[in-house]
C-alpha cells in the first residue's frame, strides 16, 4: 500500500541549502537562471533585437510637421515545461543503523537533489555549449588556452565588444557580462602567462592585487575584475567519469535574473520553472510504501531550458588541445 506523497517543507529548506553548496559544481542554474511561469507551457514574447540595433532616423522636427514614428514588433516564443524527479527509498529495517550515525532522511534527500542537478546540468551545456545553435556566433581562439602561451584575456575583451555590438551596444539595467567554462579550462587559462601578468603587474594598467579568499587559483570574483565582466562561472561536474561539460568551448553571454518584465531585455536564456506545481529550484516529498516497508523520499521539479536570445552568447571554441 502505497500512501499520498506529502510536502516535507523542513527537509526542503534543508536541501535548498545542500544545493547552495553544490553551486561550485553546478553552475546551469547560474547560467539559465529561474524563470518562474504560472503554466506547464505557454507562449512569451520578447522583441527583436533588430528594434534595439535599427538606427534609421535622426529624430530631428520641423515646425508644424509631425514626428518621426516608429513601429516595434513583437515576437513569440514558447516553452514546455518537462517534469524530473528522482526518488529514494529508506526500508525500515536499515533506516535505524544508517541514523546512527546519519540523518537518514536528510541524506537519501540530498542524494536526490544530487542526481537532478546533475541532469539539469547535461540539459543547460547541451543547450549552451552548442556550435549549431550558435554557428553565426561561434569563434576559434587562435592558441588554445591550456598553453601558456593562450592570451584568454585577449580574446575574451574583443568578444565583449562584439556582443554588445550585436544586442545594440548598450547593456539593459541588470544585465551581466558572464563567462562560463568547464573546470579544467578555468584552472588552465589563470596559468597562462597573460592571466598570470595581470596577477603578478605584468600590465600595469590592468593589475589586480585584491587578495583571493577562494582557495581556487585565483578566486573567480577577481578572474572576473581582470577580465573586466562581471561574473566567472565554472563546473567540474561529471557524467560517467566525464565532463558534463566541453573543454573545447567558453561562453560569453549576457545574463539578467530579473522578473517577467527583463524577458524583453537581451539575455542568453532562462531555466522555465511551473511553479504551481512544483517549488523553484525543487520540491521534497515523502510517503510511506508498505509493499517493501520503507518510507520513498522524491525531490522533483518541472522545468525547460531554453536559449531566448542567440544574440547574447558567443561562443569560443578551439579551447582545448585535444
Given at each position: 500500500m502505497?500512501?499520498?506523497?506529502?510536502?516535507?517543507?523542513?527537509?526542503?529548506?534543508?536541501?535548498?541549502?545542500?544545493?547552495?553548496?553544490?553551486?561550485?559544481?553546478?553552475?546551469?542554474?547560474?547560467?539559465?537562471?529561474?524563470?518562474?511561469?504560472?503554466?506547464?507551457?505557454g507562449?512569451?514574447?520578447?522583441?527583436?533585437?533588430?528594434n534595439?540595433?535599427?538606427?534609421?532616423?535622426?529624430?530631428?522636427?520641423?515646425?508644424?510637421?509631425?514626428?518621426?514614428r516608429?513601429?516595434?514588433?513583437v515576437?513569440?516564443?514558447?516553452?514546455?515545461?518537462?517534469?524530473?524527479?528522482?526518488?529514494?527509498?529508506?526500508?525500515?529495517?536499515?533506516?535505524?543503523?544508517?541514523?546512527?550515525?546519519?540523518?537518514?532522511?536528510?541524506?537519501?534527500?540530498?542524494?536526490?537533489?544530487?542526481?537532478?542537478?546533475?541532469?539539469?546540468?547535461?540539459?543547460?551545456?547541451?543547450?549552451?555549449?552548442?556550435?549549431?545553435?550558435?554557428?553565426?556566433?561561434?569563434?576559434?581562439?587562435?592558441?588554445?588556452?591550456?598553453?601558456?602561451?593562450?592570451?584568454?584575456y585577449?580574446?575574451?575583451?574583443?568578444?565583449?565588444?562584439?556582443?554588445?555590438?550585436?544586442?545594440?551596444?548598450?547593456?539593459a539595467?541588470?544585465?551581466?557580462?558572464?563567462?562560463?567554462?568547464?573546470?579544467?579550462?578555468?584552472?588552465?587559462?589563470?596559468?597562462?602567462?597573460?592571466?598570470?601578468?595581470?596577477?603578478?603587474?605584468?600590465?600595469?594598467?590592468?593589475?589586480?592585487?585584491?587578495?583571493?579568499?577562494s582557495?581556487?587559483?585565483?578566486?573567480k570574483?577577481?578572474?572576473?575584475?581582470?577580465?573586466?565582466?562581471?561574473?566567472?562561472?565554472?563546473?567540474?561536474?561529471?557524467?560517467?567519469?566525464?565532463?558534463?561539460?566541453?573543454?573545447?568551448?567558453?561562453?560569453?553571454?549576457?545574463?539578467?535574473?530579473?522578473?517577467?518584465?527583463?524577458?524583453?531585455?537581451?539575455?542568453?536564456?532562462?531555466?522555465?520553472?511551473?511553479?504551481?506545481?512544483?517549488m523553484?529550484?525543487?520540491?521534497?516529498?515523502?510517503?510511506?510504501?508498505?509493499s517493501?516497508?520503507?518510507n520513498?523520499?522524491?525531490?522533483?521539479?518541472?522545468?525547460?531550458?531554453?536559449?531566448?536570445?542567440?544574440?547574447?552568447?558567443y561562443?569560443?571554441?578551439?579551447?582545448?588541445?585535444?
Open positions: 502505497q500512501s499520498t506523497a506529502t510536502f516535507r517543507p523542513l527537509l526542503n529548506s534543508s536541501a535548498a541549502e545542500y544545493a547552495l553548496e553544490l553551486t561550485s559544481q553546478f553552475m546551469g542554474m547560474d547560467v539559465l537562471p529561474p524563470m518562474e511561469v504560472d503554466s506547464k507551457n507562449t512569451y514574447g520578447s522583441v527583436p533585437i533588430e534595439v540595433t535599427d538606427q534609421t532616423g535622426t529624430g530631428k522636427r520641423a515646425p508644424s510637421s509631425g514626428y518621426e516608429n513601429e516595434s514588433e515576437e513569440s516564443d514558447t516553452y514546455d515545461c518537462v517534469e524530473y524527479g528522482f526518488e529514494e527509498p529508506l526500508d525500515d529495517s536499515n533506516s535505524r543503523d544508517i541514523s546512527q550515525v546519519l540523518n537518514a532522511e536528510r541524506e537519501v534527500t540530498n542524494l536526490n537533489v544530487f542526481r537532478l542537478m546533475r541532469q539539469h546540468e547535461k540539459r543547460v551545456a547541451t543547450a549552451v555549449f552548442n556550435a549549431t545553435t550558435f554557428a553565426s556566433y561561434t569563434a576559434g581562439v587562435s592558441v588554445e588556452w591550456d598553453n601558456a602561451s593562450g592570451t584568454p585577449s580574446d575574451i575583451q574583443d568578444i565583449i565588444l562584439t556582443l554588445k555590438n550585436n544586442v545594440g551596444g548598450a547593456l539595467p541588470g544585465a551581466q557580462i558572464c563567462l562560463a567554462v568547464s573546470e579544467k579550462v578555468y584552472r588552465n587559462m589563470v596559468k597562462t602567462t597573460e592571466i598570470q601578468g595581470k596577477i603578478l603587474g605584468g600590465d600595469g594598467s590592468t593589475v589586480d592585487k585584491t587578495p583571493s579568499t582557495r581556487d587559483i585565483i578566486a570574483d577577481r578572474l572576473a575584475r581582470i577580465l573586466g565582466i562581471d561574473a566567472v562561472f565554472s563546473s567540474n561536474a561529471q557524467d560517467g567519469g566525464s565532463d558534463i561539460w566541453n573543454d573545447e568551448y567558453a561562453m560569453v553571454f549576457i545574463r539578467n535574473t530579473g522578473g517577467i518584465a527583463e524577458r524583453m531585455n537581451p539575455q542568453l536564456g532562462r531555466t522555465f520553472m511551473w511553479t504551481s506545481d512544483a523553484n529550484p525543487f520540491t521534497v516529498e515523502s510517503y510511506r510504501d508498505e517493501c516497508r520503507s520513498i523520499y522524491r525531490v522533483r521539479h518541472q522545468a525547460d531550458e531554453k536559449i531566448v536570445n542567440v544574440n547574447a552568447g561562443l569560443l571554441s578551439n579551447i582545448t588541445t585535444t
